[in-house]
């Protein structure tokens, strides 16, 4: 049972652009969620992270949306730059616990110059 | 001050062989998570280790694979008698406890 769906699996956009990707989670219980971008042959690193006590943090051009009773969360890129070409993991997980990460499939942004 | 460090960073091995994959978690972190992508997917969570315990290991095949994180040294994951099905990347990830993962930069596996 996937826990975090991710949405879309691929993107495409021009410089300048705004990019949107969307995951919405299953388990109430996940409190952290954050994005990772990974490129190609490279281990993920982390972009930004958001708490459910929080409806919004931005970083730079990078923003998270948390809609908690839609269970729900967002990137936003904003300006997107050929450099940001890369895929996008979301991810939950539940703090105290394990703290293991649950992903979503991930998205395959490319930004065209 | 270094990343998260894995090797080798590639591992070619032919069925029925053993891996042997090595992660050295941040300094000062304590708490070490291995994951497992496949071509075109997300990645899965397979075990979380802190110094000498495993912690949860829900995410690991009940056969073949077993981990282990010492008291001195880095943390091994070891998969015995491979078959193609193993070939994926493996990311170790480490952290304090209760705060961000940092990952490495993975261990590509090729079972021929």
């Known amino acids: ?113 | 001050n270094a990343g998260v460090m894995q090797n080798p960073r590639h591992l070619v091995r032919r069925r029925g062989q053993e891996a042997r994959l090595r992660c050295s978690p941040m300094k000062g972190h304590s708490h070490v998570y291995w994951y497992r992508q496949l071509p075109e997917e997300g990645l899965k969570f397979m075990v979380y280790l802190q110094k000498e315990n495993i912690i949860d290991e829900s995410g690991m095949p009940k056969e073949r694979f077993s981990a282990e994180f010492p008291k001195e040294g880095p943390s091994i994951l070891r998969i015995q008698q491979v078959v193609r099905g193993d070939s994926a990347a493996y990311f170790c990830a480490s952290s304090r406890g209760g705060e961000t993962q940092y990952f490495g930069p993975g261990t590509r596996l090729l079972v021929l």
């Open chain 1, 1 to 113: 049972q996937q826990q975090v769906k991710q949405s879309p699996q691929s993107l495409i956009v021009q410089k300048g652009g705004i990019s949107i990707i969307n995951c919405a989670y299953e388990n109430t219980a996940f409190d952290y969620f954050p994005w990772y971008q990974q490129f190609p042959g490279k281990g993920p690193a982390l972009l930004i992270a958001i708490r459910p006590d929080v409806s919004e943090k931005k970083e730079g051009r990078f923003t998270i949306s948390f809609n908690k009773s839609a269970k729900q969360f967002s990137l936003h890129i904003m300006d997107s730059q050929p450099g940001d070409s890369a895929t996008y993991f979301c991810a939950a997980s539940i703090q105290g616990g394990s703290e293991k990460l649950v992903f979503g499939k991930g998205t395959k942004l490319t930004v065209n110059p």
